[in-house]
């Protein structure tokens, strides 16, 4: 534990001296100076060599009508991890198969990130109290040994630390700025990538719900993420060979793409990518896509795809409980619902 957040507060010493790079857009926004185009290059990379890891396919309980999955977005994390703490909670209380956010995680400071990462860490240990076997071994200086058996995956973990938690996040733009890149993606890794839940199997094929989480912090896709877009990195064509049928599509975005009201932020996005956007998601058969960045809530369909736009679930920016997450239910014979999720936490006073 002590040894990534000693990484952070490296990253953090780098990044002040890098500040010079930021720049402001002609919309206020920041940008950092890891462009989209870095982003996406070292995404793809990581992604490719830690797909069967990290970003492994999850699975569907064979006995369950269905899986469900929650979302949030926008917790502009500082010093109080209560919302990220009930977040967990709340998935974990529900046997949600996944987590996902919406980016924005949390506000770019290292503590703030080392805060950040006690959370996870206390959602690992919790995840891995629940879902795995425990043991407990006397050593010879008498101190406990514990070890969690995954016994689905057949494997061992004595560090909750190396537990695979199913968080999934997007990037956002208040993660890139003052070159927070560096602190993000040492906890995450990746910001553009797609993960695979094996929902239903059949005498002739396994049934899968295809997860995509697009870079979108800097309110452009860039060159190279339309690029791999259009190579197919994301679709399905090599499905059947591989004995697999793609089921339902849910895509994750931090920049919005429709104004939720007048005075609100529109997608920064320029029209050429908008429209493209628009259509990918079409192609993809996307059930629905999800999109924060402003705060507020709104609800849209374009072409059959309905686009959810979150509101915060930032204690600072919505002090008070409110339905601030989603949760979408999937049921066995493909048929989806979603309903909004309450959150209790107040402030410290």
């Known amino acids: ?16 001296v890098l500040t010079s790079c930021e720049k402001v857009s002609p919309i206020g926004i920041l940008v950092s100076g890891t462009g989209v185009e870095d982003r996406v290059k070292m995404s793809h990379i990581y992604f490719q060599q830690h797909k069967g890891e990290t970003f492994k396919a999850l699975t569907a309980s064979e006995d369950a009508d269905e899986y469900t999955f929650l979302v949030g977005s926008d917790s502009h994390l500082t010093d109080d991890p209560g919302r990220m703490d009930e977040m967990f909670k709340i998935g974990l209380d529900n046997n949600d198969l996944l987590y996902t956010h ?9 503590e703030y990130y080392i805060t950040l990462d006690k959370s996870i860490q206390r959602a690992k240990k919790n995840y891995a109290e629940k879902y795995f076997q425990k043991y407990a071994f006397e050593g ?3 101190y406990q040994y514990i070890v969690y058996e995954d016994t689905i995956n057949e494997a061992y973990y004595d560090d909750t630390n190396d537990v695979p938690l199913p968080f999934y996040p997007v990037v956002g ?6 070159n927070g890149w560096a602190l993000w993606s040492n906890l995450f890794h990746s910001s553009f990538y797609d993960v695979y839940v094996l929902a239903d199997t059949t005498e002739d094929a396994f049934i899968y719900d295809h997860f995509i989480f697009l870079d979108t912090a800097s309110g452009t896709l860039g060159q190279e993420q339309v690029n791999l877009i259009e190579e197919g990195v994301l679709d399905d064509k ?3 060979l591989y004995g697999f049928q793609t089921r339902h599509t849910f895509v994750f975005s931090h920049t919005n ?6 005075i609100e932020l529109a997608s920064t996005f320029a029209r050429e990518e908008m429209f493209f956007l628009l259509n990918k998601f079409s192609e993809w058969n996307a059930k629905i896509v999800f999109l924060g960045h402003v705060h ?9 795809v309905t686009y959810l736009t979150l509101d915060s679930m930032s204690e600072n920016n919505n002090p008070e409980p409110g339905d601030y997450l989603v949760r979408v239910h999937v049921k066995k014979d493909g048929t989806i619902k979603w309903e909004k999720v309450h959150m209790s936490y107040t402030p410290k006073k």
């Open 1 to 16: 534990m002590k040894r990534i957040h000693y990484i952070l507060l490296g990253y953090c010493a780098l990044a002040a």
């Open 102 to 110: 919406l980016g924005d995680i949390a506000d770019t400071k290292a």
């Open 140 to 142: 010879e200086d008498e």
């Open 173 to 178: 733009n208040h993660d890139i700025t003052h």
């Open 238 to 240: 090599n499905a059947a």
């Open 257 to 262: 793409i429709f104004r939720p009201r007048s």
């Open 296 to 304: 507020k809530w709104d609800e849209e369909e374009v072409n059959g």
